[in-house]
């Protein structure tokens, strides 16, 4: 059965740091990408992050790109998202996915690559985490 577990939203005040780890199984990690999406309420799910399978390359959406890090420990099947400086608008559940062809992923999260996939085409999501932020 594949899982993809997230954990460790919570909630924090604005400028803090949060750590979610999303811990796989039931398919082959190491061929997957890994990506963390987002959604707020009464908006879309926005692609935040994602790293590569074939070389750990690091992606990041502009409302990311120098507060948050994403890593992968390949011997745990787990990828971290580190969140630093906060802010009340990160407030969302945040969902990890698996795509085996990560270029579904980069469409939610890099705007040149192109047109935006359908979130079905991404292979496999988790349950999401909370994370708010508070004023």
């Known amino acids: 059965e594949v899982q993809l577990q997230a954990s460790g939203g919570g909630l924090v005040q604005a400028g803090g740091s949060l750590r979610l780890s999303c811990a796989a199984s039931g398919f082959d990690f190491d061929d997957y990408a890994i990506g963390w999406f987002r959604q707020a309420p009464g908006k879309e799910r926005e692609g935040v992050s994602c790293?590569?399978?074939?070389?750990?390359?690091?992606y990041y959406a502009g409302s990311a790109k120098g507060r948050f890090t994403i890593s992968g420990d390949n011997a745990k099947n787990t990828v971290y998202l580190q969140m630093s400086g906060l802010k009340p608008e990160d407030t969302a559940v945040y969902y990890c996915?698996?795509?085996?062809?990560?270029?579904?992923?980069?469409?939610?999260?890099?705007?040149?690559?192109?047109?935006?996939?359908?979130?079905?085409?991404?292979?496999?999501w988790g349950r999401g985490t909370q994370v708010t932020v508070s004023s």
């Open positions: 996915a698996a795509g085996k062809i990560i270029y579904y992923l980069l469409t939610h999260i890099l705007p040149d690559v192109g047109k935006k996939s359908d979130l079905g085409d991404v292979d496999y």
């Open positions: 790293i590569a399978s074939s070389d750990g390359a690091k």
